[in-house]
């Protein structure tokens, strides 16, 4: 006989193997449930297992018939719930699988599976405040999503073809994960594909309105693309969010400057920089703000404050020589 046909070992490394089976062979997992059903008849864990595999093989009626007596039957036991959500999504009972996802995150908050089916559902009711505070729970919990750490970690070792594949195999299981939409379109961006890049963030904002990080990113892709006054109404909707957001604030001055707007663009530089004053980066865009608002004195002293503060940058000695008036 087949592993798949009789437990293996003792009833817990049968249920372990029956539980992998369930993404990669739903019916093998359901035949070594059965099986440990028969040595230990009504045992919840293989319940749970052969529930499982008749939703994974789309069969609604035969998952909720295990399910919804079981999940019954054990109240605090979030596996249940969770899966008898699932179930009751597949049979086209949004409201229920709502109630069922709900039950789940309230025993295991950081359960992000369900966080995001909670969220799929409340869109097809749309419920978009609800919704989005779904995904954002889902955003919290996948930054300890061990299923996102191998892309994650590829990414920033600058491997970008392994973290492309494993986000693309990600996301064919899980098409609603907003934070591994948001990892793919960042790979599109370090490509140079930013009209993808810009189609996935876009749909990470559909999905999760709130989702503040993929909103900037949006954001510099349009900036990347030239579209100014479009990036422009992405940073207003993130500062309108959280005013003191420092990126979002840094973006819109630059993106200010490049409209016309040099005075208002200073403005907020100077604002920045007096939080963070040490930041050369930030006195050499204060200065390009400067200089276009034909105020060059001031410029040429905030270029000096940059090169005061790195004496090796480059780029503020340029802005400096490239004012044709200075003298070193």
């Not at 359901?30 to 297992?49: F, N, S, Y």
């Not at 789309?58 to 899966?83: D, M, R, S």
């Not at 909670?118 to 609800?130: E, F, P, Y």
Request: glycine share 8%; proline share 5%.
């Amino acid at each position: 006989m087949s592993g798949a046909q009789e437990p293996v070992g003792t009833l817990e490394v049968a249920l372990a193997h029956a539980a992998t089976l369930l993404t990669s062979n739903p019916t093998l997992a359901a035949e070594q449930a059965d099986e440990v059903l028969k040595v230990a008849p009504g045992h919840p864990v293989a319940m749970v297992i052969l529930g499982a595999s008749h939703r994974a093989r789309g069969n609604a009626p035969a998952a909720l018939a295990v399910l919804e007596p079981l999940a019954h039957a054990h109240p605090g036991w979030v596996t249940p719930h969770y899966e008898l959500g699932l179930a009751l999504g597949l049979a086209g009972r949004s409201g229920d699988a709502v109630a069922a996802l709900r039950r789940a995150v309230a025993l295991k908050p950081e359960m992000g599976d369900a966080w995001r089916a909670l969220g799929d559902h409340l869109t097809a009711l749309g419920d978009v405040q609800g919704a989005d505070s779904a995904y954002a729970q889902h955003i919290k919990a996948a930054t300890r999503d061990p299923r996102l750490l191998a892309p994650a970690a590829a990414l920033c070792d600058g491997k970008i073809a392994v973290a492309e594949s494993l986000l693309r195999e990600h996301l064919k299981r899980f098409p609603t994960d907003v934070v591994a939409i948001r990892m793919l379109a960042e790979v599109a961006a370090r490509l140079g594909r930013f009209a993808d890049s810009e189609t996935l963030l876009a749909r990470c904002l559909e999905l999760a309105p709130g989702f503040n990080a993929a909103r900037h990113n949006y954001a510099v892709v349009l900036h990347r693309q030239d579209r100014l006054a479009e990036a422009l109404r992405e940073v207003e909707q993130l500062l309108a969010a959280d005013p003191t957001d420092t990126g979002g604030r840094n973006l819109k001055a630059a993106l200010l400057g490049k409209l016309g707007e040099a005075q208002q663009s200073a403005e907020i530089y100077r604002e920045v920089l007096g939080e963070y004053p040490q930041n050369p980066s930030l006195w050499q865009s204060y200065g390009h703000a400067l200089k276009t608002a034909g105020r060059q004195s001031e410029s040429i002293t905030a270029y000096r404050r940059s090169t005061e503060l790195a004496p090796g940058f480059g780029e503020a000695y340029w802005s400096l020589a490239n004012l044709k008036t200075f003298r070193f």
